[in-house]
């Protein structure tokens, strides 16, 4: 019985290692993504993440081949604190809804910008379903997207995705978004919602890169 239980502990202790590493993995890929798209002629336009009250960054969303066009992807969001720096990221997971495969490719790399309070705290709320909830439209693409970007603004949430390098705005209409508890359990050391996440919660050393990236991109004194 001891050496089951010595077992069973090793193998949860294996379990949490792989799951940090993971962990670490999204997050660099995050920031690589967000690099890639902001710093491109063909990205997202730069005044946007400006603008935006939350970034949301899932590095790889996969099309389940069990059911058909079953959809699931694990990332981040973080969001503007009070003083204008971006929080600690959020762990969430990403499920179901047309997340635009039809630009090739069975993973997707997802970018999203939540553009108003309202969603942000919808998001941090509950389950949160694009289209539902809150609209979502596909988001401009090029540094010279103004006027079409003005076109969207209405929209609470753009978002953008990338599959085989072809970067382009998609629609997610549909798609589910939520905390993923278990992870951010795992980065946090303790319980926590992802409202607290967002409000009060260290960032993570491992996270450094990413939001480096955005006060690059988007520092305090541009921000609304």
Known sequence: MRLITGLLAMAAALSAAISDKDTVRRLDESAGILSEVIDSDKGI???????????????????????????????????????????????????????????GGSETELVMLVMNERAT?????????????????????????????DLKMSAEILSWSRSRGVFAGVSLKGATLRPDNDENKAMYGKEIDGREVIMTAKPPAEASRLLSLLEKYSPVEKTK
Not at 66 to 91: D, E, H, I, L
Not at 134 to 145: D, E, I, K, N, T
């Open 121 to 149: 705290d919808k998001l941090l709320s509950s389950k949160f379903t694009l289209g539902g909830e809150g609209s979502v439209a596909a988001g401009p693409v090029g540094r010279s997207a103004t006027a079409e970007t």
């Open 45 to 103: 336009p730069r005044d946007l993440l400006d603008r935006a009250h939350c970034a949301i960054i899932v590095p790889s969303l996969k099309k389940g081949a069990f059911v058909v066009g079953a959809q699931y992807g694990k990332g981040f969001m973080t969001c503007r604190k009070a003083g204008g720096n971006w929080s600690a990221p959020m762990a969430l997971k990403v499920e179901g809804g047309s997340v635009g495969f039809q630009i």
